[in-house]
């Protein structure tokens, strides 16, 4: 398995510069997804690295290999690149058999029939599906046409596997399985795995490192729990989920050990500490972020340091796990996802406190 | 599987991933690509651009093809004549009188088959749809006997009923002519339209109900107004194909005096003590000139209107319960195939056993007709003409055809939409058009090539005529097919070659198989571009089939237009088991 470097990749169509000077190092074995909404650049970052697209400018390399160096206009064409891709809409070709698909890469490459057979079989066994060796492809379900195109996509052992939105087309609970499974195949064969996804949820599930794009730029690049706790920007901290951002002003900042500072800000009607990557300066404007799982219903008013906010329910709505409860405060309406078990009903007064460590703040823009 | 994975040394994978000069100037490389375009434009321009050009030159010179002349305007003085203005009118009335009935039949048997429970709607569909493929020239001499006003079967039958001395059809008429035009256009029809039907997602439907419309007026409202540009275009196209017929006007107008714009071009070269070129040349670029309006009315009613209707989702359609009702659909169905298959065929059975036409009686059976036309060596070598040009023609076009499709669809080669224009272009030529205009095509090459008077005129001819199907098809069967299928090959190794030989070609063939038949049948029942480009020793079966029936020579006429029923049941029905029905595919 190879490494994967971009640097100062772009694509520009035109007038629209799709991909806008991306720079990412993919280790050897690393499961990196580019996630971001749709138009944000990351599947045509994808199709760059399998060289179904031209780079306008940049150099991309596989391993130690240059593939594509817009400069020298050099360009190695999608086949020679020994990459394997697994598509959104799985691109498991109808006129062939579940075994002929598999077989397609060994046989392009001329490898002797006993071989094919061999590994075909073994890549068909390692995602559960060689009792379909013979079905013809038009007669399997969405779940085992995937399982086919990544059989498909595995087995040349090659450099890189690419796989572009693959469990988009599969329903809920399918998907999540498909994942957790494909997550233990990729540990267990060290692949390098570029993903390309818009589910926030299935990216961090999946990846080592997540790499959040918009308009054609990376926004942040970092570990799920890191991207989803400890945003960089306002952008990165509204993207995953419905987040509370409230604005507020520092009052105080200092040093907490590491690389992290603790601040005491004040909003509207509210004050507490939380928590940021920077140091801010007194005065400034900053945008706090908090998660509506880590804000907890409570009686009355105990402010420990925390942060807490007063006010109505305006709406509540039982989802089984939770209740998501939005609360009227004197700053802003904030959403919350109270306990299932919590009484709280509509019109009722509550008071709700996150601590100072589930609360994290940005620069406002 | 284990995933070590032994790397060649930095030097080799380098040269390995370059790869050699050839292999990347075919795969998309420019160089390879250039020629390639260059080969496509100049192949699309001889068959198109080089006979549309020698037309325009043609109509201004004052001599026939290949002489010395002068350039003048005397060609469109001529054609601008009292006379010559009834000749179009007769032309778009006839054309537009012939339209709207089969337009109003088609989208009845359409709505039969693909919306009702009228019973064996999978046979009829096939019955219905079958004279589409029966050479127009078969059923025009076959209507030409049966409704004989002397002696046609018709009209013996009516006297020996009724007693009465006038007869009760003559095919020699403004009404003959419509009524073979709509033999064709009907089932023409059928075929765009039943899709359209049978595609339709029935939730539209559905929630009009809900809304407490009735089916008579979901129908009108929904129904109807989805299917309004398959309509449009439908009726646009059947319009055009009724100007460019050339086989109803020459049969039923000609003996009664009615000329259309292609009889006129016919006569003016065919029948005349001195071949009129230039006028034939100077009209023929006229009519071009009509139908290039129509062509551009027809894309400005379906400007913006795409055909959501038909989305290719396999959708169940809403199928009425007609109650005792379905057995008179489908007599109406059993009735249209009788009058348009059964009647002429058997027009041609009974005439191929009689001695003379018209005098049925048991002493004057023979087989004396089938013994003359199986000693008629011309026959056997315009069967052979047609087979051989049937052959090559369907491949040779169909093979341009995916070429210029692919170019035009999949890739974005600069110069991609000017083929797809020019394969194009000979939709809007009838016939008798691109005739003329290959006449003088053949005419002005130089010296070395002698492809006037040869077999290879009649297969460029065929070939020029059959690339707007082949392309149309091709295009329709690419779209299909998503990139993905491709790209997919491309990244696990496969070079552009072998990805389109083994995904692209592989998948595209069944339309590949449908549209070489469909110009296969185009090219055994083509005469009006025949007529004009044929000579000693390269005729085929509709041209030996029309001298024939010119010399009044109805009984062999039968014979031959047996044989060519004979193949297109045949073929039909070979198309049918192999490929199954996807000619509704069009």
């Known amino acids: 398995m190879a490494s994967v470097t971009l640097e100062n990749v772009s694509r520009v169509y035109g007038a629209v510069t799709a991909v806008d000077g991306v720079d990412l190092k993919i280790r050897s074995g690393e499961f990196v997804t580019l996630l971001g909404p749709s138009g944000c650049g990351k599947t045509t970052t994808l199709r760059m690295v399998a060289g179904l697209e031209k780079n306008t400018g940049g150099r991309i390399s596989i391993g130690d290999n240059v593939v594509s160096d817009a400069d020298s206009n050099y360009f190695v064409p999608s086949e020679r690149r020994r990459l394997g891709m697994v598509f959104q809409s799985y691109a498991i070709w109808p006129h062939m058999t579940v075994f002929d698909n598999v077989a397609y890469p060994l046989r392009i490459r001329r490898r002797p029939a006993a071989e094919i057979r061999e590994r075909v079989m073994g890549a068909l066994r390692l995602v559960e599906m060689e009792q379909y060796a013979e079905r013809p492809s038009p007669a399997l379900s969405g779940g085992q046409q995937q399982r086919v195109a990544i059989a498909r996509a595995l087995v040349f052992e090659p450099e890189v596997l690419l796989l572009d939105e693959p469990l988009s087309n599969l329903d809920a609970r399918l998907r999540t399985q498909m994942g957790d499974e494909f997550r233990q195949l990729q540990q267990r064969l060290k692949i390098t795995a570029l993903y390309v996804t818009h589910d926030q949820a299935e990216a961090m599930a999946l990846s080592d490192r997540v790499v959040v794009m918009h308009g054609g730029k990376i926004l942040q690049v970092g570990a799920p729990e890191e991207i989803y706790q400890r945003p960089e920007s306002r952008q990165v901290a509204a993207f995953f989920g419905t987040p509370n951002l409230l604005a507020a002003k520092v009052k105080d900042c200092r040093p907490n050990g590491g690389a992290v500072f603790k601040l005491s800000v004040e909003g509207q009607g509210w004050s507490g500490e939380c928590h940021a990557a920077t140091e801010m300066t007194k005065g400034a404007d900053v945008t706090v972020m908090v998660r509506p799982e880590n804000l907890q219903v409570c009686e009355a008013a105990k402010a420990n340091g925390g942060l807490s906010w007063s006010g109505e329910v305006v709406q509540a709505i039982f989802r089984g796990s939770h209740r998501s409860i939005v609360v009227k405060t004197p700053a802003q309406k904030l959403n919350v996802e109270a306990s299932s078990l919590a009484d709280v009903g509509v019109g009722r007064t509550v008071t709700i406190a996150a601590p100072p460590e589930a609360a994290w703040a940005v620069c406002s823009e | ?586």
Request: proline content about 4%; glycine content about 8%.
């Open chain 2, 1 to 586: 599987m284990t995933i070590a994975y032994n790397r060649s040394s930095g030097v080799d994978a380098s040269t390995q991933l370059r790869g050699n000069a050839f292999t990347r100037a075919f795969s998309g490389g420019t160089l390879g690509r250039n020629i390639g375009m260059a080969v496509l434009i100049f192949i699309l321009g001889f068959l198109t651009l080089y006979p549309l050009s020698m037309l325009l030159y043609g109509s201004l010179h004052s001599t026939p093809p290949g002489m010395a002349g002068e350039f003048n305007l005397a060609g469109y003085r001529a054609i601008l004549t009292a006379q010559n203005l009834l000749v179009l009118v007769n032309t778009v009335g006839i054309s537009l009188a012939k339209t709207i009935p089969s337009l109003s039949i088609a989208v009845l048997l359409a709505w039969i088959i693909a919306r009702t429970d009228t019973p064996f709607r999978g046979t009829l569909e096939v019955l219905i749809t079958l004279p589409f493929f029966i050479p127009p020239i078969l059923t025009a001499m076959a209507w030409g006997m049966l409704g004989n006003p002397q002696v046609g079967v018709i009209n013996m039958a009516w006297r020996w009923l009724t007693g009465a001395e006038e007869p009760l059809v003559n095919v020699y008429s403004y009404g003959g002519v419509i009524w073979h035009m709509c033999q064709y256009s009907i089932p023409f029809l059928f075929l765009f339209i039943v899709d359209a039907f049978r595609a339709m997602d029935p939730s539209l439907e559905e929630s009009s109900r809900m809304c407490g419309a009735s089916r008579w007026s979901t129908f009108r409202k929904i129904t109807l107004v989805l299917m309004l540009p398959v309509l449009t275009s439908s009726f646009m196209l059947s319009f055009i194909r009724g100007i460019e017929s050339f086989e109803s006007p020459l049969f039923f107008g000609t003996p009664a005096g009615i000329t259309v714009i292609t009889t006129e071009i016919y006569e003016s070269i065919n029948h005349r003590a001195t071949p009129d070129y230039q006028y034939a040349t100077a009209l023929s670029f006229a009519i071009l000139g009509l139908m290039f309006l129509l062509v551009l009315w027809q894309w400005s009613l379906l400007r913006g209107k795409s055909f959501q209707t038909v989305t290719g989702k396999g959708f169940r359609p809403n199928v009425i319960e007609l109650g005792p009702w379905r057995w008179v659909t489908f007599g109406f169905c059993v009735l249209f195939f009788f009058v348009t298959v059964v009647l002429p065929v058997g027009q041609l059975l009974l005439g191929s056993f009689f001695r003379f036409f018209g005098f049925y009686t048991y002493d004057m059976l023979t087989l004396e007709h089938y013994r003359a036309v199986f000693a008629n060596s011309e026959f056997w070598r315009a069967m052979r003409n047609t087979m051989t040009l049937g052959l090559l023609g369907a491949t040779a076009t169909m093979v341009l055809g995916a070429i210029v499709a692919y170019v035009s669809v999949r890739t974005k080669w600069k110069g991609r939409r000017l083929i797809d224009v020019m394969a194009w272009l000979p939709w809007m030529m009838p016939g008798m058009v691109l005739g003329v205009g290959f006449l003088w095509a053949f005419a002005m090459l130089p010296g070395p090539l002698p492809i006037y008077g040869t077999i290879w005129a009649l297969l460029l001819a065929y070939i020029a005529l059959g690339t707007p199907v082949a392309t149309r098809v091709m295009t329709g069967s690419y779209h299909q097919l998503s990139y993905d299928l491709e790209e997919c090959s491309r990244v696990h190794g496969a070079t552009w070659f072998q990805t389109m030989w083994r995904i692209l070609v592989a998948l595209a063939w069944p339309a590949f198989a449908v549209g070489w038949v469909l110009t296969f049948f185009g090219i055994m029942r083509e005469l009006s571009a025949s007529i004009l480009l044929y000579s000693v020793g390269s005729e085929v079966l509709s041209v030996v089939l029309l001298k024939l029936w010119t010399n009044g020579n109805a009984e062999q006429v039968s014979v031959i237009g047996l044989m060519m029923m004979l193949l297109v049941i045949l073929f039909r029905w070979v198309q049918l088991r192999v490929i199954k029905s996807r000619i509704s595919k069009l």
